[in-house]
């Protein structure tokens, strides 16, 4: 396991991007990374992304063919749906970090990609989410709709999902998708 730090966040290198190409780089710079390395097996490998994580995760998968399974929680897959109904606060980091170009929000969109995800999804989102669930939604459709196994959960929360409520829907996914132990 590991866990990448978007850049600007966590003490990492370069200026945040919200999600962005350089965050999407950094992900696929540490899955290659994970590859390499003794004791790793590259055919059960997961991509796990919260929030803004989600966002760049589900973008990533794309060019990852290899991945076994994808687990996105609390994601944007439509960026420019979804902006206007972001609060304040978030509205103005995606200016900041992002710039609102048509570019800056397809390239954050996982929506335009889906058809090349193949990797195993699944979507978690809260009812309560200041982003609606029809997001979440419209991502495991377009999956299905190319031969790709997507299931969404809705849990009854907001945009914050408990780790403990996400472990009721991650565990036995991971232990029928990649096998025990996970």
């Known amino acids: 396991a590991a866990a990448v730090s978007q850049p600007g966040y966590g003490g ?29 097996d590259p055919d059960r490998m997961v991509l796990y992304g919260v929030s803004r994580g989600a966002i760049a995760s589900s973008v990533v998968a794309a060019d ?8 996105l929680i609390s994601g ?11 609060p304040p606060s978030i509205r103005k980091n995606v200016e900041r970090e992002a710039g609102l170009s048509p570019e800056a929000f397809e390239s954050r969109t996982a929506l335009r990609v889906a058809d090349r995800i193949r ?3 699944l979507i978690l989102h809260g009812r309560r989410d200041f982003l609606p669930s029809a997001q979440a939604e419209a991502l495991a459709a377009a999956l299905k709709a190319n031969g790709t196994e997507a299931s969404v959960v809705l849990l009854e929360s907001g945009h914050s999902i408990p780790p403990d409520e996400r472990l009721k829907a991650v ?11 996970f």
């Open 12 to 40: 990492s290198d370069g200026p945040p991007d919200y999600s962005g190409p350089a965050t999407q780089r950094a992900i696929r710079v540490a899955l290659a990374y994970l590859r390499g390395l003794p004791g790793v």
């Open 64 to 71: 990852e063919p290899n991945l076994r399974a994808l687990v």
């Open 76 to 86: 944007a897959y439509d960026f420019a749906a979804a902006y206007p109904l972001m």
């Open 119 to 121: 990797a195993a999804t």
């Open 171 to 181: 565990k036995p996914f991971l232990s029928r998708v990649i096998g025990q132990p």
